[in-house]
Every structure is written in C-alpha cells, then in structure tokens.
C-alpha cells in the first residue's frame, strides 16, 4: 500500500502536479550494527481525500494547489474510470499493493460472503472483508465489461493489441 500509493505522488511529482512528495518512505538506520528499521508513513484524512479524489474525479485540491490531468491524461482516464476507481478504491480501503490487485481473478471475489482472497507478499493466501463502496465499485466495473473482456479471468483487465489481458504493474 505505502510503495504503491508513494508512487502514485511520485508520478504527480515527476509530471508537476505537486511540488513534493509527502508520502516518500523514510528508511533509518538506528546504528552500523542494527538492521534498517522501515517506518510506517501513512496518509492522513486530507492526503486520502486528495488521492481519491484524483482518481474520481480527474482533479483534486491539495495543499491550495489545484491538481488536474492533462486533456489526453483525462481521455485515458474516461475511458478506463470504472475500472480505476475500482482498483484505488481498493488499494486505499484495503491497504493492498498494486501487484495484489493486478493478480485478482473474477473468482477471488465471493460476493455472497462480501470477501476476497488475496494472494499477498510472502506466499500466503488472506481473506479480507469488502466495505460496501469496494463492492459497489468492482460489481459497477464488472457490470460494464463486454462479453470479450469476461473471457479473459482476471478481474482487472487491459485491451492490448486487441486482445484483453490482466493489467501490467509496469
């Protein structure tokens, strides 16, 4: 969640969008002889509003500074909203890396339950809750897929030459 979401504000950095990234990770070493301790940066309630509401709505304030995509940047982001939304919503709510939700599967959702199963960092399979906005969110985007894009099994797909295919991390 952390790496995922300081490279978001790092894009937004690179492309002038904010003029420092609050959220860049901090590694301190306490001493030569201790291992490098990592310290928890987490967003507070204003940096989260931000986040998502860039993602939303193409736009954001934060810090008196008005944030906004570019005009190609907001065709990009009209085309695929419901699928993004879907996947920040996720990554902010569930404190998941993208890498997780990339490797998603339409079957890791049981929307009886309202859980998912994610196969996270380390190995192992957890099994998280889903708040009614992330169920909202992804039944929304599942419902707008056409039938060639449910062939492809995983939940976040991308059209590529044609053909749809789980979303890259690159």
Not at 157 to 166: A, F, L, P
Request: aromatic share 12%.
């Amino acid at each position: 969640y952390k790496i995922s979401v300081n490279t978001f504000f790092k894009w937004a950095l690179d492309f002038g969008y904010i003029n420092k990234n609050y959220v860049k990770l901090s590694i301190k070493s306490a001493s030569k002889n201790d291992a490098r301790e990592k310290h928890t940066v987490t967003l507070s309630g204003h940096e989260t509003k931000a986040l998502l509401d860039l993602a939303y709505n193409g736009h954001t304030i934060f810090e008196d500074n008005i944030i906004s995509l570019t005009e190609k940047e907001l065709q990009y982001h009209s085309r695929n909203y419901l699928r993004n939304r879907a996947i920040v919503t996720m990554m902010v709510y569930l404190g998941c890396r993208l890498t997780e939700v990339s490797n998603l599967n339409v079957t890791d959702f049981n929307f009886k339950n309202e859980d998912i199963r994610f196969y996270r960092k380390g190995g192992k399979f957890h099994t998280l809750p889903l708040s009614d906005i992330i169920m909202d969110h992804v039944r929304e985007y599942l419902d707008s897929k056409t039938k060639e894009e449910r062939n492809c099994p995983a939940l976040f797909t991308s059209k590529y030459r044609g053909e749809y295919t789980r979303i890259s991390t690159i």
